[in-house]
């Protein structure tokens, strides 16, 4: 299932990328009104406008769905640790040697 999206998710981050490269600019409006380039375009003097836009939003709608769901299942999924392998460690209880304290001069002890 992972895979699946995951190979959704490259195919349309793919496919939006050339889509928005496809796009032409608002600069290029300006040629057009002058007559010129208005024969060049892929979709007409003014037809890419609704349909380049229409398809980029589903693109991108796609392109984010396919993010939060990879983020989700990548959140939510319990990986497994090579310490889950381990035998646990047994510790044996060894006493803690005494350690004799300063000596104070004038005290008792001397």
Known sequence: MTILI?????????A????????TGKGADLGAAFGTGSSQTLFGSSGA??????????AAIVFM????TLAYISGHT??????????AAQTEQVPMPSVPGPVVPGDAAE
């Open 6 to 14: 995951i190979l959704l998710h490259v195919v349309v981050c793919i």
């Open 16 to 23: 939006l990328i050339l889509i928005v490269l496809l796009q």
């Open 49 to 58: 406008g609704n349909f380049m836009t229409k398809l980029t939003a589903g």
């Open 65 to 68: 769905l396919t993010s939060l």
């Open 78 to 87: 319990k990986g497994s640790s090579i310490m889950d392998k381990a035998p």
